[in-house]
């Protein structure tokens, strides 16, 4: 008997994209609030855009959505920084991918007083650097609307990769 034709059977990775324009920094920092909601212990999420694109103001909305201990800052003099859960939920570890040469194994020597498959790990500058570590990830790509610095404009997209992510309704339009 033939086989019903199944395009999702075709993908390996199944992708969940939403694409929208924030206009400031406080709208960037509320995505962050809103995204918290979808994520569980485990969780990957990669932030893709160039300096001062607004990742860490992101990860800040993350951390504040999650309930987590302690300012998000950028983490650049630092390889990572653990915020434990003050609300029961899953920490929330901000990785600066820049310093981490090796990718995300890497940080199993750094000796993290968190397990990462308890955590939710958000990654700037992971790009070409995680990806093969977990099929699993919310991608999200920052860019200026327009090169001016002053201009708060920004688009971002949201793409979910792997079974995780299958079919997840974003929620944002
Ligand atoms: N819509 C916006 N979203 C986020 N940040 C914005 C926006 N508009 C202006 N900004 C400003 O841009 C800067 C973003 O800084 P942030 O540290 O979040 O960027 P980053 O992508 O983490 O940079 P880096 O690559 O240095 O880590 C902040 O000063 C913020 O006030
Ligand atoms: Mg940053």
Do not use: C
Request: glycine share 14%.
């Amino acid at each position: 008997m033939e086989t019903p034709h199944s395009p999702a059977a075709e993908t390996a990775t199944s992708t969940v994209t939403a694409r929208l324009t924030l206009h400031s920094p406080e709208e960037t920092q509320e995505l962050g609030r809103t995204l918290a909601k979808l994520l569980r212990p485990g969780d990957l999420v990669m932030l893709t855009g160039e300096l001062g694109a607004g990742k860490t103001t992101l990860t800040r909305g993350l951390g504040e959505g999650l309930g987590v201990r302690g300012a998000v800052t950028s983490p650049t003099f630092v390889i990572a920084r653990v915020h434990p859960s003050l609300v029961g939920g899953p920490a929330l570890v901000h990785v600066d991918a820049y310093r981490l040469g090796g990718g995300l194994d890497e940080m199993e020597d750094l000796d993290l007083d968190v397990s990462l498959p308890e955590s939710v790990v958000v990654v700037e500058w992971g790009e070409g650097k995680v990806e093969d570590l977990s099929e699993d990830r919310l991608h999200v790509v920052i860019h200026r609307v327009v090169g001016s610095t002053d201009d708060e404009r920004r688009t971002v997209t949201l793409t979910g990769y792997g079974a995780r992510w299958a079919g997840v309704d974003l929620g944002l339009g």
